[in-house]
């Protein structure tokens, strides 16, 4: 399958500041990625989804006033958690899709927030 | 209501035997569908999509769709101790531009024993 690299693959803030995180699709061209967030409870969240040629669409509940989003090609993706608090701990996952058919995640950025 | 549900919540099976796994959508709009399985620390990792009604088989993993009960299940003949995860089935009411925006289920954890 295709590899997605995430980094950092850990991460610890403190409450009300900030930290971004990256992904990278590696041998190829992502037409679509999406950032989730997979809770403590190991549920998923879709907070936005990029797509080639199309503005990055936020799912309810997510804005990109709190995570914005940088999309500068098909490879590369970033995203910032601003002024995170304890409600936004979890596993955050960038999945990125070539074939249109599957989305392929990375290992993801765990976020701890004290 | 979960849109997506998973049967059984855990499941232990002797190493060489099978594992199934069930999944279930109650949203007619979902006609595609995924599963992923998931070690500790480690973000989901595609195993096979299936679109179409009957059985789809990659090495020791078969999936079966039945789109009229929108039923999808997952069944691993000779299960490896490498095989215990967490597994999660996904679905989506489209492909194409929009591939990226997945429904999850709760998830499946699997055991195999030696």
């Known amino acids: 399958g295709a590899l997605v690299y995430q980094y950092p693959r850990r991460t610890i803030c403190k409450s009300g500041t900030s930290m971004r995180m990256e992904c990278q699709a590696v041998g190829f061209q992502a037409t679509s990625v999406a950032w989730y967030r997979q809770s403590p409870q190991k549920t998923f969240e879709l907070i936005a989804l990029s797509t080639v040629n199309s503005a990055i669409k936020y799912e309810q509940n997510f804005t990109q006033e709190k995570f914005p989003i940088s999309h500068p090609n098909l490879s590369f993706s970033s995203m910032t958690v601003l002024n995170a608090y304890l409600e936004d701990r979890g596993l955050y996952l960038c999945g990125a899709t070539y074939s249109a058919e599957t989305l392929y995640f990375g290992s993801g950025t765990r976020l701890t927030v004290l | 209501q979960q849109k997506v549900q998973q049967s059984p919540e855990s499941l232990s099976v002797p190493e060489g035997g099978m594992a199934s796994l069930n999944c279930t959508s109650s949203d007619r709009n979902f006609q595609y569908f995924w599963w992923y399985r998931q070690h500790s620390g480690e973000g989901p990792k595609a195993l096979m999509?299936?679109?179409?009604?009957g059985d789809k088989k990659e090495g020791r993993f078969t999936a079966h769709l039945n789109k009229a009960s929108l039923h999808v299940s997952l069944h691993i003949r000779d299960s490896q101790p490498s095989d215990s995860a967490l597994y999660f089935c996904a679905a989506s009411e489209m492909t194409g531009a929009n591939t990226g925006k997945l429904t999850f289920g709760h998830g499946t954890i699997l055991r195999v024993h030696p």
């Open positions: 999509s299936i679109f179409s009604d």
